[in-house]
């Protein structure tokens, strides 16, 4: 997709919000993560992860992005994914409301996304 944007002054729009990784794009569909429930939220917020198929892996984290990209919040899963759905509650740790992109990676590969919102 083109990373210019649809009006007449075409800026690159590339650069903002959370960038795609290659590693992210490539990744075979093993776990995924539902929509994350309640959005917005303000104290806790319930992710439904996934996993297709029973896999070997040593750690599953649950990453938090601001808008710039910077990791602001994690929450270690361990070891504790299993094949079948699960839902996993990731608590506010007094992050200011905004948007954020929640992550779920294993063994530091990125499996999926969603965008979350931390209401005021």
Same mark, same amino acid.
Do not use: W
């Given at each position: 997709?083109?990373?210019?944007?649809?009006?007449?002054?075409?800026?690159?729009?590339?650069?903002?919000?959370?960038?795609?990784?290659?590693?992210?794009?490539?990744?075979?569909?093993?776990?995924?993560?539902?929509? #994350?429930?309640?959005? /917005?939220?303000?104290?806790? !917020?319930?992710?439904? *992860?996934?996993? %297709? =198929?029973?896999?070997?892996? &040593?750690?599953?984290?649950?990453?938090?992005?601001?808008?710039?990209?910077?990791?602001?919040?994690?929450?270690?899963?361990?070891?504790?994914?299993?094949?079948?759905?699960?839902?996993?509650?990731?608590?506010? #740790?007094?992050?200011? /409301?905004?948007?954020?992109? !929640?992550?779920?990676? *294993?063994?530091? %590969? =990125?499996?999926?996304?969603? &965008?979350?919102?931390?209401?005021?």
């Amino acid at each position: 997709s083109d990373p210019k944007d649809s009006l007449p002054y075409r800026a690159d729009c590339s650069s903002t919000g959370f960038p795609d990784t290659e590693s992210e794009r490539q990744q075979p569909r093993q776990a995924r993560m539902g929509t #994350p429930y309640p959005n /917005p939220f303000k104290e806790s !917020l319930m992710v439904p *992860i996934e996993l %297709q =198929a029973a896999f070997t892996y &040593q750690q599953a984290r649950l990453q938090l992005y601001n808008t710039k990209g910077r990791q602001v919040h994690q929450k270690p899963l361990g070891q504790t994914l299993e094949q079948g759905r699960q839902t996993i509650e990731l608590t506010n #740790p007094g992050l200011a /409301p905004g948007s954020y992109t !929640l992550r779920l990676l *294993i063994d530091g %590969q =990125a499996y999926d996304r969603q &965008q979350v919102v931390i209401d005021g």
